[in-house]
């Protein structure tokens, strides 16, 4: 038995994790019922609303542990949830099991994501090696394969293939090298491997699907931001279009690395009608997103609490 300050903090993981894995069964529920509704939002409110499916679980759960562990804190509010003995935790008991249980898979996801970011970081120092810098300071790496894509995390660059380079026009490799530009000044590479890591979490199928929806944003932002900076849309698709015709459907030997931003290779056909398509998507209100939080602290806290007390009853006869 544990007693004292340790085992308040270790009752608080487990009331935690309890939580998590109330919020990312709601969650994963939300995201089934609510596909088609994010269809109709803009680029940015889906990647907005992705990363909330992704977090708000963890914040939801965390605010149900601490109302918990503390009920005190919001006076009769929450008088009837509490958990009993907050200062006592017993390894052996099932509190003790789940939260070993959480601690082991939390480990082993964190660990493969930083598995990822190494091998990732190895190809880096690799193309490091073998790109050249031409006339406007781009890197190149003498290739036939026509590719385009970012690669980095705490200093991400754009990176293109001598072939694709000579295959396109001025016109059409400023564009690429600008939707580039945008993925790199929004550490996108190291923003996917963060989302990739949360998304872990969810059930593996779930969890591929909230990536390839993340990718799908990313790139859809790069793509706006070569025509903020005074090309057309129509002409981003048809380079979009022409890049994917003479890569001829060419697939990098690994895929390893989900942080890669490739140019061509993300669902060329959501990007382009979102491309030529005059109505972009509504804006995410921030009160539905407010709604939902306080929505998923509240049936966690209600869940965990009616959870706790049954297992306990359950135990004690």
């Not at 981003?236 to 061509?264: D, H, W």
Request: charged content about 15%; glycine content about 6%; overall charge positive.
């Amino acid at each position: 038995m544990i007693l004292g300050q340790v085992a308040l903090w270790l009752n608080l993981l487990t009331i935690a994790a309890l939580g998590l894995f109330v919020g990312i069964i709601l969650v994963s529920a939300a995201c089934l019922s609510a596909s088609r509704y994010s269809l109709r939002l803009s680029a940015s409110s889906r990647r907005l609303l992705l990363w909330s499916a992704v977090l708000l679980p963890w914040f939801a759960a965390s605010t149900a542990a601490v109302i918990l562990a503390f009920p005190s804190l919001l006076g009769g509010v929450v008088s009837l949830a509490h958990w009993h003995h907050i200062n006592a935790f017993n390894l052996y008991s099932w509190h003790g099991v789940f939260t070993i249980a959480f601690l082991f898979l939390s480990g082993f996801l964190v660990f493969q994501s930083f598995k990822r970011a190494h091998h990732h970081l190895a190809q880096l120092r690799l193309l490091m090696q073998l790109c050249e810098r031409d006339k406007s300071d781009q890197s190149i790496i003498q290739a036939k394969g026509p590719q385009a894509f970012t690669s980095g995390l705490l200093r991400p660059q754009g990176f293109y293939t001598s072939g694709l380079r000579d295959q396109l026009t001025a016109e059409e490799f400023e564009v690429v090298r600008l939707h580039e530009e945008a993925h790199a000044q929004k550490f996108d590479p190291l923003k996917k491997l963060i989302f990739a890591l949360f998304a872990s979490f969810f059930p593996t199928r779930l969890g591929n699907y909230l990536n390839r929806q993340m990718a799908l944003c990313m790139e859809q932002r790069a793509d706006a931001y070569a025509h903020r900076q005074g090309w057309s849309e129509t002409f981003i698709a048809q380079t979009l279009l022409k890049v994917t015709r003479i890569s001829n459907g060419l697939q990098p030997k690994e895929r390893s690395s989900a942080m890669v931003c490739y140019f061509a290779l993300d669902q060329l056909d959501a990007r382009i009608r979102y491309l030529l398509s005059d109505d972009k998507g509504r804006n995410l209100s921030p009160l539905l997103l407010a709604g939902l939080f306080v929505v998923l602290t509240g049936t966690c806290l209600v869940s965990v609490d009616a959870l706790h007390h049954t297992v306990e009853t359950l135990f004690s006869h």
